[in-house]
Antibody
Framework: EVQLVESGGGLVQPGGSLRLSCVAS????????MSWVRQAPGKGLEWVSS????????YYADSVKGRFTISRDNSKNTLYLQMNSLRAEDTAVYYC???????????????WGQGTLVTVSS | DIQMTQSPSTLSASVGDRVTITCRAS??????LAWYQQKPGKAPKLLIY???SLESGVPSRFSGSGSGTEFTLTISSLQPDDFATYYC?????????FGQGTKVEIK
């Protein structure tokens, strides 16, 4: 069974940093691209970032480009999101999501974690 | 950037109703469209991919159609478990943009 478990969320002050983790199991992690998607309280889904299976290619939404960094450690089956220069508008539940098609960046997301809440406030 | 627009934003319906949600892309995305269902406090769940392919385990009352710029998600007979928010998503050209969502409420 595919499982994605996020951690690392919490309360952080504006301008601060946080690193999210997502531990994957139940599939060959390195074969699949992964993504982070966030959802502000009471709002819709917003794609944040994606990374290829080998970690060589990364993509970011304009809203986080230059502040967030996605990475992965395939030896640990773990996806990361390093978030710097955090703003109030980054407050959201952050989900990690698995791509549905192996070795492809043009894919939907077929499995999601339960999410971790990030609150940016003084 | 290609924008994804869903309509309506909210839909009130009764159990047994046929429900249709529309998603429009500002430019052609071929058939690179997925639909997700999300219930309060839960992660989204994939329903449909490549515009009309039903994800394994999803009830057959859900169907998707369309290509290019206009897409629809249809629930043939609304069940109590279907009251939720539905999102479309494009996934082409290294962009994975979501529509703003359609909330299906009990009438």
């Amino acid at each position: 069974e595919v499982q994605l478990v996020e951690s690392g969320g919490g309360l952080v002050q504006p301008g601060g940093s946080l690193r999210l983790s997502c531990v994957a199991s139940g599939f060959t992690f390195s074969t699949y691209a992964m993504s982070w998607v966030r959802q502000a309280p009471g709002k819709g889904l917003e794609w944040v970032s994606s990374i290829s299976g080998d970690g060589a290619k990364t993509y970011y939404a304009d809203s986080v480009k230059g502040r967030f960094t996605i990475s992965r450690d395939n030896s640990k089956n773990t996806l990361y999101l390093q978030m710097n220069s955090l703003r109030a508008e980054d407050t959201a539940v952050y989900y990690c999501a698995k791509f549905g098609v192996p070795a492809a960046m043009g894919s939907y997301f077929d499995c999601w974690g339960q999410g971790t809440l990030v609150t940016v406030s003084s | 950037d290609i924008q994804m627009t869903q309509s309506p934003s909210t839909l009130s319906a009764s159990v047994g109703d046929r429900v249709t949600i529309t998603c429009r892309a500002s430019q052609s995305i071929s058939s690179w469209l997925a639909w997700y269902q999300q219930k309060p406090g839960k992660a989204p769940k994939l329903l449909i991919y490549k515009a009309s392919s039903l994800e394994s385990g999803v009830p057959s009352r859900f169907s998707g159609s369309g290509s290019g710029t206009e897409f629809t998600l249809t629930i043939s007979s609304l069940q109590p478990d279907d009251f939720a928010t539905y999102y479309c998503q494009r996934y082409n050209s290294y962009s994975w943009t979501f529509g703003q969502g359609t909330k299906v409420e009990i009438k």
